[in-house]
């Protein structure tokens, strides 16, 4: 192990694989089946478990808890796996467990930061450039795209769909999918509007955004239900846009259903 650095208090299973230049802290636990890639930092009091594939600079702060098995009731201790990519920031007390069937797994990309408290539940797949803020929470099997902003205190029933570059506001309660470069807030959650802001901060043109609006016009159209709306929008001209393309396959694809704008009073 190169240059390791571990802390006389830590423990750290002789099963466990850690690459050069990773730092354990104090009264930290790292168990069997864990890798650890080049440059990782384990804070103290920090729990990492296995089987558990950690890339290279990742950082746990003081008392996170990453792989451990499944709270799922049906997990009957079969091997389940958990994988996380480069360059993650995981805060204090955030918690990341394996998948809940046998050979299944939780995955995490890369340059995603989980604020305190955050909660990766089982078999959930979270992309790249994502952001958790305190408390943001996601039930089994919730897949977040690239880009995502989770809010605060807010929570995202098991098989949702997050989509990329969309926000979820604080404390939302999200039970169906949210679509890609949209916004959505509420408990229950509606969508809001085009993360207009977002996107000009992430390079976006301005012909793109304007074409996303477009098309969330025809989605916040009470007039249409879900189906006629799609159907709407693919056949207008900015189905050629390549954002609203990509919109266009997110919605077409849903299994639990889309949440949409809250209706007007009185309809």
């Given at each position: 192990?190169?240059?390791?650095?571990?802390?006389?208090?830590?423990?750290?299973?002789?099963?466990?694989?850690?690459?050069?230049?990773?730092?354990?802290g104090?009264?930290?636990?790292?168990?069997?089946?864990?890798?650890?890639?080049?440059?990782?930092?384990?804070?103290?009091?920090?729990?990492?478990?296995?089987?558990?594939?950690?890339?290279a600079?990742?950082?746990?702060?003081?008392?996170a808890?990453?792989?451990?098995?499944?709270?799922?009731?049906?997990?009957?201790?079969e091997?389940?796996?958990?994988?996380?990519g480069?360059?993650?920031t995981?805060?204090?007390?955030?918690?990341?467990?394996?998948?809940?069937?046998?050979?299944?797994?939780?995955?995490?990309?890369?340059?995603?930061?989980?604020?305190?408290?955050?909660?990766?539940?089982?078999?959930?797949?979270?992309?790249?450039?994502?952001?958790?803020?305190?408390?943001?929470?996601?039930?089994?099997?919730?897949?977040v795209?690239?880009?995502?902003?989770?809010?605060?205190l807010?929570?995202?029933?098991?098989?949702?769909?997050?989509?990329?570059?969309?926000?979820?506001?604080?404390?939302?309660?999200?039970?169906?999918?949210?679509?890609?470069?949209?916004?959505?807030?509420?408990?229950?959650a509606?969508?809001?509007?085009?993360?207009?802001?977002g996107?000009?901060?992430?390079?976006?043109?301005?012909?793109?955004?304007?074409?996303?609006?477009?098309?969330?016009?025809?989605?916040?159209?009470?007039?249409?239900?879900?189906?006629?709306?799609?159907?709407?929008?693919?056949?207008?001209?900015?189905?050629?846009?390549?954002?609203?393309?990509?919109?266009?396959?997110?919605?077409?694809?849903?299994?639990?259903?889309?949440?949409r704008?809250?209706?007007?009073?009185?309809?």
């Open positions: 192990m190169t240059d390791v650095q571990l802390h006389p208090t830590a423990i750290v299973d002789s099963a466990a694989k850690l690459g050069p230049g990773v730092q354990v104090p009264y930290t636990i790292v168990g069997p089946g864990v890798e650890l890639g080049e440059g990782c930092s384990v804070g103290h009091h920090a729990t990492l478990e296995g089987p558990t594939k950690i890339g600079r990742n950082i746990f702060f003081p008392y808890a990453i792989g451990f098995k499944t709270q799922d009731l049906k997990y009957k201790s091997p389940t796996y958990l994988e996380i480069d360059d993650n995981f805060r204090e007390f955030s918690t990341v467990h394996r998948g809940t069937g046998p050979g299944e797994k939780t995955v995490i990309g890369s340059h995603n930061l989980f604020l305190a408290y955050a909660h990766i539940a089982h078999n959930c797949v979270v992309g790249s450039h994502t952001i958790f803020s305190n408390n943001a929470t996601l039930a089994g099997h919730v897949t795209e690239d880009h995502a902003v989770i809010s605060g807010s929570a995202v029933h098991q098989f949702c769909r997050i989509g990329a570059h969309s926000i979820i506001g604080g404390c939302a309660k999200i039970v169906q999918d949210v679509p890609p470069f949209l916004i959505a807030d509420g408990n229950p509606h969508l809001r509007g085009v993360n207009h802001v996107l000009e901060r992430r390079g976006f043109a301005e012909g793109d955004i304007k074409a996303l609006r477009r098309a969330y016009r025809i989605i916040a159209d009470r007039t249409l239900n879900f189906s006629q709306a799609v159907e709407k929008i693919a056949a207008s001209e900015d189905s050629s846009n390549e954002q609203v393309r990509k919109l266009i396959d997110f919605l077409q694809s849903t299994q639990r259903g889309v949440i704008p809250e209706p007007l009073a009185g309809t």
